[in-house]
């Protein structure tokens, strides 16, 4: 009895019982995967790469969201007795914020292209990731890349100036405000395939 009460103990709260153990770390899949399942990391291939404190994890709307650099979200929460083990704890690396980033963003110059068919929410796309840009992290250089990767081909135009004010606008809270509310997409974009060599 002293036995079984052990093991229903044991089995009761898994998920901190491989949390003890390190477990949590073994993940599904073998995509961009390093050693033990656990997800690369940028520091793993730069060791010495600057980080500096993420804007976010001082704005109080944001506290409760900043993860921990290995925190998971458990493939299977619920099994049958007996099932649980070391090799089954198949998990996801959590999204969401880190504590510290890699790069000053004051310095971050920051594209949005559309490519491809259009699709509902595009708009809103553009508009949500200008504002946390700007916002959240403090970015204050952020272009519109128009028309699909065409945008990005600057032998579409004679010049480069000609180019850019023909292919690319500025986004800011006033050029994204009210864009949610149209549709299509105020970038443009195009289906058409462009080589990165071209």
Same mark, same amino acid.
């Given at each position: 009895?002293?036995?079984?009460a %052990? @093991?229903v +103990?044991? !089995?009761a709260?898994p998920l901190?019982?491989?949390?003890? !153990?390190?477990?949590?770390?073994? +993940?599904?899949?073998?995509?961009g995967?390093?050693?033990?399942?656990? @997800?690369?990391?940028? %520091?793993?291939?730069? #060791?010495? /790469?600057?980080?500096?404190?993420? #804007?976010?994890? %001082?704005?109080p709307g944001? &506290?409760d969201? /900043?993860?921990?650099?290995?925190?998971?979200?458990? =493939?299977? /929460?619920?099994?049958?007795?007996?099932? &649980?083990?070391?090799?089954?704890?198949?998990?996801?690396?959590?999204?969401?914020?880190?504590?510290?980033?890699?790069?000053?963003?004051?310095? @971050?110059? +920051?594209?949005? =292209?559309?490519?491809g068919?259009?699709?509902?929410?595009?708009n809103? =796309? @553009? !508009?949500?990731? $200008?504002?946390?840009?700007?916002?959240?992290?403090? =970015?204050?250089? /952020? $272009?519109?890349?128009?028309?699909?990767?065409?945008?990005?081909?600057?032998?579409? %135009? #004679?010049?480069?100036?000609?180019?850019?004010s023909?292919? $690319?606008?500025?986004?800011? #809270?006033?050029?994204?405000?009210?864009?949610?509310?149209q549709?299509?997409t105020?970038?443009?974009?195009?289906?058409?395939?462009?080589?990165?060599?071209?």
């Amino acid at each position: 009895a002293h036995r079984q009460a %052990s @093991v229903v +103990a044991s !089995r009761a709260r898994p998920l901190e019982r491989l949390a003890r !153990r390190g477990v949590c770390g073994r +993940a599904m899949g073998s995509d961009g995967m390093g050693e033990g399942g656990d @997800v690369a990391h940028l %520091s793993d291939f730069i #060791p010495d /790469i600057a980080s500096y404190p993420s #804007p976010l994890a %001082s704005k109080p709307g944001f &506290l409760d969201d /900043i993860r921990d650099r290995d925190e998971r979200i458990m =493939v299977d /929460i619920a099994v049958c007795k007996g099932e &649980l083990c070391e090799d089954d704890a198949r998990s996801y690396l959590r999204a969401g914020p880190r504590d510290r980033i890699f790069f000053k963003p004051e310095e @971050v110059r +920051a594209g949005i =292209v559309t490519c491809g068919g259009l699709c509902p929410g595009l708009n809103s =796309v @553009v !508009r949500e990731v $200008t504002l946390s840009l700007w916002q959240n992290y403090g =970015v204050r250089s /952020i $272009t519109g890349i128009r028309y699909g990767l065409r945008g990005l081909r600057s032998d579409m %135009s #004679p010049n480069l100036e000609e180019h850019k004010s023909k292919f $690319t606008i500025d986004l800011n #809270p006033t050029t994204v405000l009210g864009i949610h509310q149209q549709g299509g997409t105020i970038l443009g974009t195009d289906r058409g395939n462009y080589y990165a060599d071209a």
